[in-house]
C-alpha cells in the first residue's frame, strides 16, 4: 500500500474558537477546518481581478494553522490513542505564554500572519514539539524524503530534514499562520497591504497560547481538520515582576 494512502497528523497551533482571528481566518480560507462546511469568504473591494480561491486553495486544505510538528504518520505499532496520550502529556508539561503581535507578512512567494518581533517561548514550545512527538513518527518514505531533497534546501535544512521528518525546524523554525498560496508579485503585494487592513483588528497586540491542536488528514490527497485543541497546562515561568516580588520578599 502507498504511503500516501496513510493518514497523517500534525500538531499545530490554531487561535481559539471563540475569538475573532479564528473565525475570520477561517472566512478569508473559505472552509471550517472544524466541520468542514464551506464558508463564505469577507468581501474586499479592489481584489475582483484576483481569484481568491485558486489564492489560498494550499492553505484551505490544511487549515488555519501554525506548524509546531509538521505532518507525519504514526509509527508501527502506534495507534491514533497513542497520539492522543502523547499529546496530553505534551501539554501538561507546556506552560502557556504571551505571544508578540502579529503581522501580515510575504514569506518567499505566499503571504501569512507571522510574528511581528521573536518570540523565544514560541521558539522553544515548537522545539519541545519536534522533539516529544518524534517516538510516534514514522520515518519518512523514500518518495516524500526525495521530494524534499529536490525542492532546494540548504545543507543545514537537508541534516534537519533527515533527523526530524522536516527542514524548517529549530533554528530554522519560523512561526507562521498561512493565508495564501504562492502569488506573483504583483498579486502578492495587492494582496498583503487589503490583508493587512482585514486583520488589523486581530494584530494590534499581543496574544495568548495557551492550546496546542491536533489536526489530521485520513489520506495525502484529503483536506486535513482540527480533531482536538488540548490546554497548556504546565507551570507558568515567573516573569519580571514576580522575580522583583521574590527579591523584596526575601
Known amino acids: 500500500?502507498?504511503?500516501?494512502?496513510?493518514?497523517?497528523?500534525?500538531?499545530?497551533?490554531?487561535?481559539?474558537?471563540?475569538?475573532?482571528?479564528?473565525?475570520?481566518?477561517?472566512?478569508?480560507?473559505?472552509?471550517?477546518?472544524?466541520?468542514?462546511?464551506?464558508?463564505?469568504?469577507?468581501?474586499?473591494?479592489g481584489l475582483e481581478a484576483v481569484d481568491l480561491d485558486a489564492a489560498?486553495?494550499?492553505?484551505?486544505?490544511?487549515?488555519f494553522h501554525a506548524t509546531l510538528k509538521a505532518p507525519f504518520r504514526l509509527a508501527p505499532g502506534t495507534s491514533l490513542r497513542d497520539l492522543h496520550d502523547a499529546l496530553a502529556?505534551?501539554?501538561?508539561?507546556?506552560?502557556?505564554?504571551?505571544?508578540?503581535?502579529?503581522?501580515?507578512?510575504?514569506?518567499g512567494p505566499f503571504l501569512a500572519l507571522t510574528l511581528s518581533k521573536p518570540s523565544e517561548e514560541m521558539d522553544r514550545l515548537a522545539a519541545?514539539?519536534?522533539r516529544d512527538f518524534e517516538p510516534v513518527r514514522a520515518p519518512l518514505s523514500e518518495e516524500d524524503l526525495q521530494r524534499r531533497l529536490n525542492s532546494g534546501l540548504a545543507p543545514r535544512q537537508e541534516a534537519l530534514l533527515r533527523q526530524w521528518g522536516y527542514p524548517y525546524v529549530m533554528e530554522e523554525f519560523r512561526f507562521h499562520m498561512t493565508l495564501t498560496g504562492p502569488l506573483e508579485t504583483p498579486q502578492r503585494e495587492l494582496l498583503q497591504s487589503h490583508?493587512?487592513?482585514?486583520?488589523?483588528?486581530?494584530?494590534?497586540?499581543?496574544?495568548?497560547?495557551?492550546?496546542?491542536?491536533?489536526?489530521?488528514?485520513?489520506?495525502?490527497?484529503?483536506?486535513?481538520?482540527?480533531?482536538?485543541r488540548v490546554r497548556l497546562s504546565g507551570p507558568r515561568a515567573p516573569d519580571a515582576a514576580?522575580?522583583?516580588?521574590g527579591e523584596l520578599a526575601r
Open 89 to 107: 502529556v505534551f501539554a501538561a508539561r507546556q506552560s502557556s505564554f504571551e505571544a508578540p503581535p502579529l503581522a501580515v507578512r510575504a514569506l
Open 56 to 63: 489560498t486553495a494550499s492553505p484551505r486544505r490544511y487549515g
Open 242 to 245: 514576580d522575580a522583583e516580588e
Open 128 to 130: 519541545a514539539a519536534v
Open 1 to 45: 500500500m502507498s504511503s500516501s494512502t496513510h493518514p497523517r497528523y500534525a500538531i499545530y497551533y490554531a487561535p481559539p474558537p471563540d475569538g475573532g482571528l479564528w473565525e475570520l481566518a477561517q472566512r478569508w480560507l473559505g472552509r471550517d477546518c472544524e466541520s468542514g462546511a464551506t464558508l463564505v469568504r469577507p468581501e474586499i473591494d
Open 195 to 228: 490583508l493587512t487592513d482585514l486583520f488589523s483588528p486581530h494584530t494590534a497586540v499581543s496574544f495568548l497560547v495557551d492550546t496546542v491542536c491536533l489536526y489530521g488528514q485520513h489520506d495525502q490527497e484529503a483536506p486535513f481538520q482540527l480533531m482536538d
